[in-house]
């Protein structure tokens, strides 16, 4: 665990609350300047992890460290180094937009020539200009949680935690805040996400990590995990019947259908196999088509757990 490069190292991470063990033993790595994703269900101990990397919680057993520092031994340290966004804001409604931002330049330290500037910055970055003297209460959720995470960044972290970030906001709200991490993560800030959305994963994680009963059960890009699972294939259009009963014959383990002109190739979702395939077939006009189907996450969420991530977690057991 002394990879200097890691922005989030965790070796036997364990957690437990009375006899319901919450995380059983986890191991990742999460290299800086990317963006990790913690995909699980509620109850699958994402809220724990994160809790737990921030100083907020201690763990049972198990080493970690964030930003270089030791979670447990240099908890200050890693204070410093981080940002959190949690699921619920923590905007303070009474206030404005831009005293909200105040509020977190003070409790930073910030002198108050640096503190103007940066809040000012962030109002523009994240589009909040126009409201910035209302109070916050009259923000639609989307503007909160874009203010929620500017209040983040006052202090200028590289490292932010962001526990199911998007959750009730609508997909054009949830799309904004995608576009807010990538800029951030192109600026060199690791991004370490919790989200029961499949399709935020896959758009934003370098890596993605499934977390279900405490226990990574995957990890890999999302392509890898996507391989995982059986059920990719390539499915060739032809021109007519004759031809679907010659390429039937030449390609191995294809599947013919005369009435809809295809043939069908089981696929591992590689480049390498799709090159193989057309290496092998002639450019006779025969086929006039090809379409690659590679599973989804959701498929991999399923095959992975036996279950949708909108399961309900125990009761009185954080996620």
Same mark, same amino acid.
């Given at each position: 665990m002394?990879?200097?490069?890691?922005?989030?190292?965790?070796?036997?991470?364990?957690?437990?609350?009375?006899?319901h063990e919450v995380?059983?033993?986890?191991?990742?790595?999460?290299?800086e300047?990317t963006v990790y994703?913690?995909?699980?269900?509620?109850?699958?101990?994402?809220?724990?992890?994160?809790?737990?990397?921030?100083?907020?919680?201690?763990?049972?057993? $198990?080493?970690?460290?964030?930003?270089g520092?030791?979670?447990?031994? =240099? @908890? %200050?340290q890693?204070?410093?180094? *981080? &940002? /959190?966004?949690?699921?619920?804001?923590?905007v303070?409604?009474?206030?404005?937009?831009?005293?909200?931002l105040?509020?977190?330049?003070?409790?930073g330290?910030?002198?108050?020539?640096?503190?103007?500037?940066?809040?000012?910055?962030?109002?523009e970055?994240?589009?909040l200009?126009d409201?910035?003297d209302?109070?916050?209460?009259?923000?639609?959720?989307?503007?909160?949680?874009?203010?929620?995470?500017?209040?983040?960044?006052?202090a200028?972290?590289?490292?932010?935690?962001?526990?199911?970030?998007?959750?009730?906001?609508?997909?054009?709200?949830?799309?904004?805040?995608w576009?807010?991490?990538?800029?951030?993560?192109?600026? $060199?800030?690791?991004?370490?996400?919790?989200?029961?959305?499949?399709? =935020? @994963? %896959?758009?934003?994680?370098?890596? *993605? &990590? /499934?977390?279900?009963?405490?226990?990574?059960v995957?990890?890999?890009t999302a392509a890898?995990l996507?391989?995982?699972?059986?059920?990719g294939?390539?499915?060739?259009?032809?021109?007519?019947?004759?031809?679907?009963?010659?390429?039937?014959?030449?390609l191995?383990?294809a599947?013919?259908?005369?009435?809809t002109?295809?043939?069908?190739?089981?696929?591992?979702?590689?480049?390498?196999?799709?090159r193989?395939?057309l290496?092998?077939i002639?450019?006779?006009g025969?086929?006039?088509?090809?379409?690659?189907?590679?599973?989804?996450?959701?498929?991999?969420?399923?095959a992975?757990?036996?279950?949708?991530?909108?399961?309900?977690?125990?009761?009185?057991?954080?996620?």
């Amino acid at each position: 665990m002394t990879t200097k490069t890691s922005a989030i190292e965790v070796a036997g991470l364990r957690k437990s609350y009375g006899d319901h063990e919450v995380i059983a033993g986890v191991d990742l790595t999460v290299p800086e300047g990317t963006v990790y994703a913690l995909l699980g269900p509620n109850g699958a101990g994402k809220t724990t992890v994160v809790r737990i990397l921030s100083t907020l919680l201690p763990a049972d057993a $198990g080493e970690a460290r964030v930003a270089g520092y030791n979670v447990r031994r =240099e @908890a %200050d340290q890693v204070r410093a180094s *981080i &940002g /959190v966004t949690g699921q619920f804001s923590a905007v303070d409604e009474l206030l404005t937009g831009r005293e909200n931002l105040r509020l977190m330049a003070d409790l930073g330290h910030l002198d108050r020539r640096r503190a103007k500037t940066v809040v000012e910055q962030l109002l523009e970055r994240f589009d909040l200009v126009d409201a910035a003297d209302r109070r916050a209460a009259a923000y639609s959720g989307g503007m909160k949680r874009r203010l929620d995470l500017a209040m983040t960044l006052v202090a200028g972290p590289r490292m932010i935690f962001l526990d199911e970030p998007t959750t009730g906001l609508d997909p054009r709200s949830r799309r904004d805040l995608w576009g807010i991490v990538r800029e951030l993560v192109a600026g $060199g800030v690791t991004v370490f996400l919790t989200t029961q959305y499949l399709e =935020e @994963a %896959d758009q934003l994680a370098d890596r *993605i &990590g /499934v977390l279900d009963g405490g226990r990574l059960v995957a990890e890999g890009t999302a392509a890898e995990l996507k391989r995982l699972v059986p059920g990719g294939h390539i499915e060739l259009q032809v021109a007519d019947s004759e031809r679907v009963a010659e390429l039937a014959r030449r390609l191995p383990e294809a599947i013919p259908n005369a009435e809809t002109l295809t043939v069908t190739l089981p696929h591992d979702g590689s480049l390498t196999a799709l090159r193989r395939l057309l290496d092998g077939i002639d450019d006779d006009g025969a086929v006039t088509g090809l379409a690659v189907h590679t599973p989804d996450l959701d498929d991999v969420f399923l095959a992975l757990t036996g279950h949708p991530t909108t399961d309900e977690h125990p009761q009185g057991v954080p996620a």
